[in-house]
């Protein structure tokens, strides 16, 4: 890759409003349940499992990442003490990184593999070592969150309910099949 290339490349990977200065690996799992009911079958064969129903579980994407420290502009003077630096310091994301957990506000994550919305941090794994002194090297967990939506619904006002079922609103309660009273399984009985 060439200079200028390198110059006017823009990373991608976005985590809410933070961009990582590295991405060293990333982990994306989508998992569907699967209920299973256990059930008797014919005599003989022993019991098995009956699937009725399954669901999504919210995607969770592990991402290891690294922020560099804030530092001088320039390599002959130090400018951060002048208040002029290359980026806020790696006790400064990690404390943003932390208020980003705790605010519980749902976020938006730029992956190289695809987007995720309404995302919050399920844990962040910070570790500190000689090599990673002036950096923040991260493990971040997110998951999904699975929004729902709810309707309103207007029915009569309980002080109109005297009478019940009458004075309910009409509602689709859905087909209904006649059944002839001499087709009837129920026997009258005299």
Do not use: C, W
């Not at 110059?7 to 569907?32: A, C, M, S, W, Y």
């Amino acid at each position: 890759m060439n200079t200028l290339s390198a110059l006017f490349t823009q990373n991608k990977r976005r985590i809410g409003i933070f961009i990582p200065d590295v991405v060293i690996k990333e982990k994306h799992t989508d998992t569907l349940e699967i209920t299973e009911h256990p059930v008797e079958r014919p005599t003989g064969s022993g019991a098995g499992f009956v699937t009725d129903h399954a669901f999504r579980r919210p995607s969770e994407v592990v991402i290891d990442v690294g922020f560099s420290g804030g530092g001088s502009l320039l390599d002959f003077a130090n400018t951060s003490a002048l208040g002029l630096s290359r980026g806020i310091s790696p006790n400064d994301t990690y404390q943003s990184l932390l208020d980003l957990q705790r605010s519980r506000t749902p976020f938006n994550v730029i992956t190289g593999k695809r987007s995720y919305s309404n995302m919050l941090i399920r844990s962040l794994d910070v570790t500190t070592e000689r090599p990673t002194e002036n950096v923040l090297m991260a493990t971040l967990t997110l998951r999904e969150l699975i929004i729902s939506s709810t309707n309103q619904k207007q029915v009569a006002s309980k002080e109109d309910m005297t009478q019940g079922v009458s004075t309910s609103p009409v509602t689709n309660t859905g087909n209904k099949a006649l059944v002839s009273p001499i087709n009837s399984p129920l026997k009258s009985i005299n």
